[in-house]
């Protein structure tokens, strides 16, 4: 897909995942006893609080420019401290999962819009269409992806949650590591080309739950 030729169905449902997706993690903590996002004025639908200068405006940029197959990006990270939290381990969990339940919610309002397409103006359905339709895809990418189990990620606060110490504890102790390991697990499939080989491993794990939540979708949108 040339996403130079569609960016203006795909700003919109960009800016509102990963809006939301923070917005939620916040929203959580502060009704679990943690207000230090809401302070800082971060539980907002306002998408200008949360965008990240790279994250959500360059990385997304580079790669339409680069021809990438995917489009990715993320927004500021929502501050939390749980130490303020009622059950600092439990409510942690609780936090980690708003973010990508966020994402799994957008992807059933995007499929549920689709009902309503029928009664617009064919430019206006046709450009709704094209907004459900990659709303379905990025938020399905988000919630995959932040699930991965690699702190920082939401997946990585889940799993140490909710693991033993004696796996929890280690784990923890990668989060100051945990985008490195992220970069490398997106640069692997460039080496992979270098050395005729198929190192394409991180989407090799995403695709099956990325499937799994557009089908979601496909379960909800109009016959």
């Given at each position: 897909m040339n996403y130079l030729q569609v960016l203006p169905v795909i700003v919109l449902p960009l800016l509102l995942a990963v809006t939301l997706h923070e917005a939620a993690h916040g929203w959580v903590a502060?009704?679990?006893g943690d207000n230090t996002a809401k302070m800082l004025g971060r539980v907002s639908f306002n998408p200008f609080v949360h965008i990240d200068p790279f994250g959500t405006v360059l990385l997304p940029l580079l790669l339409l420019i680069s021809g990438a197959p995917f489009l990715f990006g993320y927004a500021k990270p929502v501050?939390?401290?749980?130490?303020?939290?009622?059950?600092?381990?439990?409510?942690?969990?609780?936090?980690?999962?708003?973010?990508?339940m966020a994402n799994i919610l957008l992807v059933i309002c995007a499929a549920l819009l689709l009902h309503i397409v029928?009664?617009?103006?064919?430019l206006a359905g046709k450009?709704?269409?094209g907004n459900i339709i990659f709303a379905v895809k990025i938020n399905a990418i988000l919630a995959a992806f932040n699930m991965l189990?690699?702190?920082?990620l939401d997946g990585g606060r889940v799993a140490v949650g909710i693991l033993p110490d004696i796996i929890a504890r280690p784990l923890s102790r990668l989060e100051p590591y945990g985008m490195f390991i992220i970069i490398g697990?997106?640069?692997?499939?460039a080496l992979g080309q270098q050395i005729g080989m198929n190192l394409n491993i991180l989407w090799a794990v995403l695709q099956p739950a990325i499937d799994l939540v557009e089908q979601l979708a496909v379960l909800i949108a109009p016959n």
């Amino acid at each position: 897909m040339n996403y130079l030729q569609v960016l203006p169905v795909i700003v919109l449902p960009l800016l509102l995942a990963v809006t939301l997706h923070e917005a939620a993690h916040g929203w959580v903590a502060s009704k679990l006893g943690d207000n230090t996002a809401k302070m800082l004025g971060r539980v907002s639908f306002n998408p200008f609080v949360h965008i990240d200068p790279f994250g959500t405006v360059l990385l997304p940029l580079l790669l339409l420019i680069s021809g990438a197959p995917f489009l990715f990006g993320y927004a500021k990270p929502v501050p939390i401290n749980f130490n303020n939290l009622h059950h600092p381990r439990r409510d942690m969990v609780l936090v980690a999962l708003a973010g990508p339940m966020a994402n799994i919610l957008l992807v059933i309002c995007a499929a549920l819009l689709l009902h309503i397409v029928g009664f617009l103006p064919a430019l206006a359905g046709k450009w709704l269409v094209g907004n459900i339709i990659f709303a379905v895809k990025i938020n399905a990418i988000l919630a995959a992806f932040n699930m991965l189990p690699i702190p920082p990620l939401d997946g990585g606060r889940v799993a140490v949650g909710i693991l033993p110490d004696i796996i929890a504890r280690p784990l923890s102790r990668l989060e100051p590591y945990g985008m490195f390991i992220i970069i490398g697990l997106f640069l692997l499939p460039a080496l992979g080309q270098q050395i005729g080989m198929n190192l394409n491993i991180l989407w090799a794990v995403l695709q099956p739950a990325i499937d799994l939540v557009e089908q979601l979708a496909v379960l909800i949108a109009p016959n």
